[in-house]
């Protein structure tokens, strides 16, 4: 965030965990300051993924523009440096029309390396991916850590043994390249220079964040969640390790049409996984720099950034 008068780039980030109103603040915020919306989210990227995402219904869009919903099906990935691409485009855009982007979302992998570059690591190599796979299942997760350990300590320190995708990757990338994951992550592309405006909505009271959570994964079961999967497994080549039944609700829904776990099971995982990316989330937030927080429970965000945005950009 920047203080200077004169601001060439502005671009206002409303950050914040899963459930705590951040598509309703950018939308009120995109009335009031000529804006449009710009989505930071991993899951929103996928069609027919509506229930389980909390996707935006045109009604709660009020009219607003959004940026990169539905633009992929879900049997197809997404990196990191597709979203640099495409954010970057979109803020252009907005921006060369006069407009101000507001990036509103919960994955904060895709903030992170809009605020601060991110490394040209190369492409997934299925060929080695494959070979580590069979590793995996005859050595077992935690002897896979260890090849890692051994390689490339700084990656193996930041990612936990029962982490086996992250792992996965970090070997393939060492053994595709013959560089560690963290020396290619050292190597940061810069990215262009806009004026942040950060916000994050938080609450201190985690009791209040979880019943909200739980009340909501209730809400989008009862809203047909179930069926939404189904139709997803029927209308495309899905599997659970693809990213898109990755995300929180999809996978555990995925289990139990599987058979794999009952009802009830699936609910309280679902909660549950919910629950930790929430706390993923704030944990991210927390060492944020140059962010103004936001109270869940108080009726003037909407004023406080208004206020913060319009002041410094006059």
């Not at 494959?130 to 090849?147: D, N, P, R, V």
């Not at 994050?200 to 964040?209: I, K």
């Not at 994964?217 to 189904?230: N, S, Y």
């Amino acid at each position: 965030m920047t203080s200077d008068p004169i601001l060439s780039k502005p671009v206002v980030c409303i950050m914040g965990p899963t459930a705590s109103g951040k598509t309703a603040l950018a939308v009120e915020l995109a009335k009031a300051i000529h804006g449009e919306v710009v989505s930071v989210d991993s899951a929103l990227i996928y069609t027919d993924m509506n229930i389980g995402t909390a996707k935006p219904t045109e009604k709660e869009k009020q009219g607003i523009v959004h940026h990169l919903i539905d633009i992929l099906n879900p049997e197809q990935s997404y990196s990191v440096a597709d979203f640099i691409r495409d954010a970057s485009v979109c803020i252009e855009d907005i921006l060369e029309r006069g407009k101000i982007p507001i990036l509103a979302g919960g994955t904060m992998m895709y903030f992170n390396a809009l605020h601060h570059g991110i490394s040209e690591i190369p492409a997934a190599d299925h060929d080695v991916r494959a070979i580590i796979a069979e590793q995996i299942t005859k050595h077992g997760s935690a002897w896979l850590h260890q090849q890692l350990q051994e390689v490339d300590p700084a990656s193996a320190d930041k990612i936990h043994p029962n982490d086996p995708q992250r792992v996965t990757r970090a070997l393939e990338v060492f053994k595709s390249t013959g560089k560690t994951l963290s020396a290619w992550k050292a190597e940061k592309k810069p990215m262009p220079s806009y004026d942040f405006f950060n916000f994050a909505l938080m609450t201190e009271d985690r009791a209040l964040l979880h019943s909200r959570i739980e009340k909501r994964f209730k809400t989008m079961l009862d809203a047909g969640l179930i069926d939404e999967v189904q139709e997803i497994i029927s209308n495309y080549t899905i599997n659970p390790d693809l990213p898109s039944m990755r995300s929180v609700g999809y996978r555990q829904v995925f289990e139990y049409l599987a058979k794999d776990i009952d009802y009830d099971t699936m609910v309280e995982k679902g909660i549950a996984a919910t629950r930790q990316l929430a706390k993923r989330q704030i944990t991210w937030l927390r060492g944020w720099e140059n962010t103004e927080w936001l109270d869940i429970n108080e009726d003037n965000n909407l004023q406080r950034v208004m206020q913060k945005v319009c002041v410094t950009r006059q």
